[in-house]
């Protein structure tokens, strides 16, 4: 790199220099960083400084360390933003990547009073239930539950839900009703040990859990989902208007 620093706030410095370049794309997403002893001498700095940056940069989610490979540019988060109504194809399509789900759970159950309460309806009516696993380009991204009142969609459960489906896009157009305000409520959990299998990560990573209740018009429910999202690929943006 042949980029030497300053001796105040090293880490911070080689935090940001090394942020620049990824930025630049002189690194790229998947190329592996010089090693510690490289990147110290060409900034001018101690190797502890090095490790320290490096730190900084993987908590930013802009590289991977690998012990006993070396250091990685991360690939780009897809970041979601609250009160925003997009659906998980929308957004991926958007980013340029092609998604695509596996169905985990599709069946019409009995809600109990929680789940009644979530889409305002009577305790013990049916609920559509509809698990998927979503990808991104092949890339295990989420575990997806949404529910919606059966009796309002009785259809839902007989579209071809794998693939590339958007579940806004199938109530748009077979039952023209669309979402048009969205609540969120985010928490940081772990993954248990199924989830880390579904989502090829180390057991216990960070997930962001999301419930979701989008609402149509007139303020009614129109599904309500809890979504599992990887924390090293999601991040959450909070917009106030």
């Known amino acids: 790199m042949n980029t030497r620093i300053s001796r105040s706030n090293l880490t911070d410095q080689v935090a940001a220099e090394l942020a620049e370049s990824i930025r630049s794309r002189k690194f790229k997403v998947g190329d592996q960083l010089p090693s510690v002893e490289r990147l110290a001498q060409d900034m001018g700095v101690g190797r502890s400084s090095i490790r320290e940056g490096l730190r900084l940069l993987q908590a930013r989610g802009l590289v991977e360390i690998v012990h006993g490979l070396g250091t990685f540019v991360a690939p780009e988060r897809i970041t979601r933003t609250s009160g925003i109504v997009f659906s998980f194809t929308e957004t991926i399509l958007e980013r340029g990547m092609q998604p ?22 009577e305790t013990g009516a049916r609920v559509n239930v509809l698990k998927r696993l979503r990808f991104a380009d092949d890339i295990p991204m989420a575990l997806e539950t949404t529910m919606s009142a059966y009796d309002r969609f009785p259809a839902l459960l007989e579209q071809d839900w794998n693939g590339t ?3 806004y896009a199938f109530l748009q157009e077979r039952y023209q009703v669309r979402p048009t305000s969205v609540t969120h409520i985010v928490q940081a959990v772990t993954a248990t040990s199924q989830q880390s299998k579904q989502l090829l990560i ?3 990573n960070p997930l962001l859990l999301v419930e979701t209740t989008a609402y149509d018009q007139s303020g009614v429910p129109i599904e309500y989902g809890r979504s599992y999202y990887r924390a090293d690929r999601y991040a959450y943006r909070v917009q106030l208007n």
């Open 100 to 121: 695509r789900s596996e169905i985990l759970q599709q069946e019409v159950m009995v809600a109990d009073a929680e789940i009644a309460g979530k889409l305002h309806i």
């Open 165 to 167: 489906a958007s579940l």
């Open 202 to 204: 180390p057991a216990k």
